[in-house]
Each structure stands twice: as C-alpha cells, then as structure tokens.
C-alpha cells in the first residue's frame, strides 16, 4: 500500500514500500550463509541511514519452496498418510481374496506338488500372479488419477500452491509402479507361503469339499480386522474435516455477502502522483457515478476486501507508557470511504463512522473495531482516545470517532483481531476495491459499473470483477479439496472393508454348512442361525474398530491445524464413524447370512 494524495488524496508522503524479492543463490551457498550476509547488510544499511522510520531493520531468506508450501505441508503430509491406510487396506482385501482362491485351489496345488513341482517353484507362480494383479490395479489407478485431476483442477482451488502444475509425468508413473510391485509382493507373500506348504495328501483324500485351515481362517480374520481398523482412521478423519466445515460455514463474517459486487480498480501512481487530490477526486466521481445506476442500493471503497487478508501497523495509545521497541501492538489497517460500512452492512456500535467532511483538511480521525476496544479499553470507552501510528512513514495521529463490529478478515478460520479503519480522503491509496450492493443479481451490473469508471477515465484499467459470495467461497476451496479427498479415501476403504467382510462371513458360511444344517436339524430357530452369523461379524468389526479409534486417537491430533471448532478426540465424529462402519458389516453380511437361515438340513447333511 502507497499512500497517495491531499484533501481528496492522501495526506503524507510514505517512506516504505511493500516489496517481495527472489534472489538466485550461488550454487554452493547454503540458506544460513545467505541468512548471515543479508543479516549484515541489513546491519550496514541502518548505519547509512539513521533516519529510518523503523530502526531495528532485518533481513532474512526463505527457500521459495517452504515459502509457498509451509501452509499447505502439513495437510498434505496427512493427506499422503491416508492415501498410505487406503492402500494397505486394498492390499488386505486383496490379500484375503487370494488366500480364498488359493484355498479353493488345494486339488491344483496337490496335483503339481504329486507330478513334482517344487514348493519354490509354486511360490514364485503365486507370487508372479499377485505382482501381475497389482500391476493391473496400478494401471487402472493411474487412469483414474489422470480422470481424477480433471475433476479436481475444475474446483479452481487458487489457495493451493502450484495447483494448476499437477500432472502427471515419469516420476508418478515409477512411483506407482514400483508401489504397485512392492504391494503385489509383500501382500501375496502370506497366500503363496500358505499354497506352497499344504499337505499333499489332505487336498486328493477329501472328497468335493475344499478344506479351510486354522491358520487360513486366522489369516483372513486379521487382515478383516485390518481393513475395519483403517476404514475407522480415515472415516473419523473425514467426519473431523466434515465437522470443521460445517462450522466453518456457520461463522458470521461480521457483514452481509450477500450481492455484493468487488472490483479493483488501481489508479496508476504515473497518472495519479503521490501527493496530488486528483487521486481522490477521480475516485470519488467514480463512486457517485455508480451510486446513481439503476439497481445499485450503495457502493464505497475499501483497500483490502474482508477475508483476503491485509496490511498491519504498529501503534501506540497516547496517554499510556510507550511500550518497548518491538513490543508495539499491532492492528490491520483498512482505508475506506464513508460509504463503506452501510455497503457491507458492518455495524456501527458506539460513536460515528466517516462522513465526506472528513478529509485532508479536517483532523484525522479512525474507527476501530469491538476487538481492538475490548483488548485495549476493556469496559472504558475509547471514543476521543487519541493513537499514534509511524509504520507507513512519519508518525500520524488520530483521534477515534467510532467502534463497528468485528469483521473477519484473513479467513473464516481465522481468528478476528484489531483493525483500524482510515478516511481514504485522508490516507488514500493507489490500491482500492470499490465493493457495490446490488438490488438483484450484482453480475448484471458489470458492464454498467465498469462504463461510469471508465466515463470519468477511459484508460482505467479494471480488474478482479467477482462476488464476495465467490471470495467467501474461494477462501474454504482448500478446506473442501481435501475433505472430497479425504471422503473419497474413506469412502473407498469402507467399501473394501465391506466387501473383505462379506467375503469372509461368505466363506464362513459355506464352510460350516454341515454345522448349519445339523443345528437347524436339532431343533435351532432360523433367528438363532441368523444371530451367530451376525455375531461372528460384529466381533471382527467392533475389534477392528476398537484397534482403529485407538490409533485414530493420537494420529487425529496431527490434523489439529486443519481442524475448526472441533476437536481431534470429538467424540461424537468417532462413535458416527464407528455406528457407520457397524451397519456396513451388518448390511455386508446379510446375504451370506440369509443363506445360512435357509440351509435344507438334509441337503447339508449330504454336503461332506
């Protein structure tokens, strides 16, 4: 921000500047090396210079990498980690269809045992067809990645760094690859060791019936176990960023959203120097010329929309013991219009706002909002106090008029601190966003606001035309992407889990058809055979489940910093997660279980 003008400009000269700078390192300097050069020539630079605004000037350098991922790192690190449970849990459920298939393949097994294939020989065939089946996945999940991104760049989620760059290239196709070998082997390590060691008698002296195995059963029942567990983390783990959402969207951003029309209109400090009304006047023209269109209710100027963050300063209460240098508290600052506040629809809750009197010529004033008076003022009145400021050039002081209603301004999210409004008439800026309440839809009013600016000047450049419905929703893209990412995962894994326990309750079934049929032949009600199926299932579910809230609970507390309004334990989000997962089982289950309450006791008797 640049402070501009007089009367209807602005009313100082600055002597700073917002500047972001990227430097190529010379190859061989390490980050700390460029650190302590620029740490000294900030040090150099205050010795020339003792007239500075601001002494105690520093320097330092971030990687540009850490710069624009340290905000997003994090959520992308537990996004990485659930991607990992989704894929063991995959690997599980395949891992227990194959040592169903290699149960049903004992005969197959014992005749290439009987005709001289060596055990080793058998493990290699059973682990080749896991690595092929694994690679088959990998390929499919490849094209639905690439579908997937598709979808996800459709969300134009800007708040995520280098959104637009993802692709996929080599480096996703050796990853997935070398995932998709690495899982073929380790998950078809357990049904190819339990293929290559089978009795060779056992399989040729029975007769149709295929035999099950202690350790088979074991086996399936732990990695079913496995897969609830998983499904539980990343159930509970969407339903906490599900939960954040909704409050999110529940807060009140201290103004009304709702046909609101912004655009950026920057007078350009060439045409409109520093320190020349003609600033002020053009906007003010600009202004009243939009006020007077049909369908517009106000309009006013603001430097910084609410929710897009700001510019702050340091400053101090006059009156008060000066607190010690770098101690200073801080506000943001906004620079608006005395139409401002009735546009937005932001309360005023003691004094005055800004009226068009108050400008270059007349003694500065501000208005504070009820955060920085509750902090500073307690239950005192702070209208008449008087603060002085001197981060934007020599210091300034102004009297407050008015305390309006909080409003948020880095981010639903983000809690409310102080924030110091100014006259734009008496501290004007080359930045503005003119903010426009429509009677209807505010689109319809774009051509028609962008002609009054560019009656008054042809060659204004006009920018950033968007609702602060848009803006609002823009601002929770990021928390959206990774709750769909985060449900998709959880979703998928509860599937799996849904299929990995009907596979083995279905098995199950089958193998203890005999049991059935003599239990119904003994006198047991349908209901009876029902509860014991169900009942085996409840006790893979609910130990998975237990196991999974277990770990679920301390991993849960890394996703603090994504989390709002809630808490990383919420006990309500872990019992939905687990009711969840239950019913799935049960629902999973009924067929096999149906089948089982059917069962002929003669038809069963003849099964063995």
């Known amino acids: 921000m640049v402070p501009a003008g007089s009367r209807r400009g602005v009313s100082r000269q600055s002597s700073r500047a917002l500047l972001t700078v990227l430097a190529d390192v010379v190859r061989g300097k390490s980050h700390g090396d460029v650190s302590g050069e620029l740490a000294a020539f900030a040090k150099r ?119 637009a760059e993802i692709h996929l290239d080599w480096r996703v196709f050796a990853f997935a690859s070398a995932i998709s070998v690495l899982s073929g082997l380790f998950f078809g390590l357990a049904p190819a060791l339990t293929g290559s060691k089978l009795d060779l008698n056992a399989p040729l002296k029975e007769g149709h019936a295929e035999g099950g195995g202690t350790s088979r059963r074991i086996s399936s029942n732990m990695l079913t176990v496995l897969q609830f567990g998983l499904a539980t983390m990343l159930l509970a783990g969407a339903g906490l960023l599900g939960s954040s959402l909704l409050r999110v969207l529940r807060v009140n951003p201290g103004f009304n959203p709702e046909r609101l029309l912004t655009l950026q209109v920057f007078l350009s400090p060439v045409k409109y120097p520093e320190g020349d009304s003609k600033s002020g006047t053009t906007l003010h023209e600009m202004l009243e010329g939009i006020r007077t269109l049909p369908g517009v209710r106000s309009a006013g100027v603001v430097n910084c929309l609410p929710i897009t963050g700001g510019v702050n300063t340091d400053f101090v209460i006059e009156g008060r013991p000066a607190p010690r240098l770098g101690d200073e508290p801080g506000a943001d600052i906004r620079v608006t219009d005395y139409k401002y506040f009735s546009t937005m629809g932001i309360p005023l809750l003691t004094g005055r706002i800004f009226t068009e009197h108050d400008d270059g010529a007349a003694a500065r004033v501000v208005v504070i909002n009820e955060t920085m008076a509750r902090t500073f003022w307690q239950n005192q009145n702070p209208l008449g106090e008087r603060i002085t400021m001197k981060d934007w050039g020599p210091p300034l002081t102004a009297q407050i008029i008015g305390v309006v209603g909080d409003v948020k301004s880095n981010g639903l999210d983000e809690p409310v601190g102080p924030m110091i409004y100014w006259s734009y008439y008496q501290f004007g800026t080359v930045f503005n966003r003119i903010v426009v309440r429509a009677e209807d839809d505010p689109l319809r009013l774009v051509s028609a606001v962008k002609s009054r600016i560019w009656s008054v000047d042809k060659d204004q450049p006009v920018s950033q035309i968007e609702t602060m419905d848009e803006i609002l929703s823009q601002s929770l893209a990021r928390r959206r992407l990774y709750l769909m990412l985060l449900g998709v995962f959880a979703g998928v894994a509860l599937l799996l889990a849904a299929t990995g326990i ?29 509860g014991l199926i169900l009942l085996q299932a409840a006790k893979l579910a609910l130990t998975g489940e237990f196991l999974g809230i277990l770990v679920a609970l301390a991993v849960t507390r890394l996703m603090s910093g994504m989390l709002f309004g809630v808490s990383a334990a919420d006990p309500l989000t872990f019992a939905g997660a687990v009711l969840l997962l239950t019913a799935v089982a049960f629902a999973a289950c009924y067929i096999p279980a149906r089948r089982a309450m059917r069962v002929d006791p003669m038809v069963a008797l003849r099964y063995e």
């Open 45 to 163: 630079v205050e010795e020339r210079n003792p007239g500075l605004d601001d002494p105690g000037l520093s320097l330092g350098a971030i990687p540009l990498q850490i710069s624009l991922t340290a905000r997003v790192r994090p959520a992308l690190v537990i996004l990485f980690f659930a991607v990992g449970l989704l894929l063991v849990t995959a690997c599980a459920n395949v891992a227990n269809l194959l040592l169903a298939r290699t149960t049903g393949r004992n005969k197959e097994i014992a005749v290439r045992l009987a005709l001289g294939a060596g055990r080793a020989r058998l493990l290699t065939l059973f682990l080749t067809e896991s690595v092929f089946m694994s690679l088959l996945g990998g390929t499919l999940g490849l094209l639905l990645a690439d579908a997937g991104l598709g979808f996800i760049r459709t969300l134009k989620s800007e708040t995520l760094p280098r959104f």
């Open 502 to 530: 009907y596979g083995v309750v279905s098995y199950s079934v089958t193998r203890r058809t005999r049991e059935m049929g003599i239990r119904v032949a003994l006198g047991a009600e349908r209901l009876d055979v029902l």
